[in-house]
């Protein structure tokens, strides 16, 4: 008897001790987050949330991937970032990834030469690559650059002062330039993304208010004598013709620029010394 209730004894606690014990649980995969290089090997590979990555790694994974070799000075240059991709991969090039983080510390990368060079957002303007309009669209878009655009209706200063609030701060510029006569031209430093947005707003600012045209009669001078001198002062912007018969000249322009050539005929328009 004692036999069979110690070995029921023994049963019990053996079953409590089998219901005591955790269930197996499944181990968790891998962390599937990850940096790493695209199959191109142009890129960079993000997957899930990266968190406290070193600037210091992602230079290094720049100049890697892109063969290029950067000058910084790691005493301006600290801190950490951390990226929330989508599980299934974010495959940015490696270049857009680097000015992606350098623009939360307002800090660029700039080509001099065989090297690239870290450098303040503030300070790219002087060393930013100047290239044409029609390049800006291929551009990588955080890619610090300057364009001049001629402008031939509005004023550069206006235009100015329309754009000024536009531009990056600590980074972006315009800078009106004036030239002989009615010429005149902005210089625009920004992200290239942002000029190519900026452009596109100058080009309306800049758009042709409407033309007028206005008859000049002479009443010292011969239309044909002053024909040529006037057609060089009007320039571009106001067309120029002449009606022999009354001894007029025929201005077609913008209102402002009609008005400017007018008082040069006026001012031409004197009687000649016998």
């Known amino acids: 008897m004692q036999t069979v209730v110690r070995f029921a004894l023994v049963a019990a606690v053996l079953s409590v001790l089998c219901l ?26 993000l997957r899930g949330v990266v968190e406290d990555v070193p600037l210091s790694e992602i230079i290094q994974l720049y100049s890697e991937y892109k063969g290029r070799t950067v000058i910084y000075d790691p005493r301006k240059l600290s801190g950490d970032v ?9 495959s940015p090039d490696m270049e857009d990834a680097l000015r992606a983080t350098l623009a939360e510390f307002r800090l660029t990368i ?9 450098v ?3 300070e790219a303007c002087t060393v930013a690559d100047v290239v044409t309009v029609d390049e800006l669209a291929s551009l990588p878009p955080l890619r610090p650059v300057r364009v001049v655009i001629n402008l ?9 002062g329309a754009l000024q609030n536009l531009t990056t701060r600590q980074g972006g510029m315009v800078n009106p330039v004036s030239g002989r006569g009615s010429a005149q031209s902005i210089i625009i430093c920004d992200y290239a993304f942002n000029v190519l947005e900026i452009v596109k707003i100058v080009e309306q600012l800049d758009a ?5 045209s206005h008859v000049v009669k002479l009443k010292n001078r011969k239309a044909e004598e002053l024909l040529t001198v006037v057609s060089i002062a009007a320039g571009k912007l106001v067309s120029v013709g ?12 913008p209102g402002d620029e009609v008005d400017r050539v007018s008082k040069v005929i ?9």
Not at 82 to 90: N, W
Not at 152 to 160: E, G, L, P, S
């Open 20 to 45: 005591s014990v955790p269930s197996a649980q499944k181990v968790k995969p891998e962390n599937p987050d990850k940096i790493g290089k695209s199959e191109d090997g142009e890129g960079i590979v």
């Open 266 to 274: 006026a001012a031409l328009d004197v009687q000649q010394p016998k």
């Open 152 to 160: 031939i209706n509005a004023d550069a200063n206006a235009v100015r």
């Open 110 to 118: 700039v080509s001099t030469g065989d090297f690239d060079t870290i």
């Open 208 to 212: 042709p208010s409407g033309n007028e």
């Open 82 to 90: 951390s990226f929330t991709a989508p599980r299934d991969g974010f």
């Open 120 to 122: 303040p957002l503030a």
């Open 242 to 253: 002449i009606d022999a018969g009354t001894d007029s000249i025929v201005l077609s322009g």
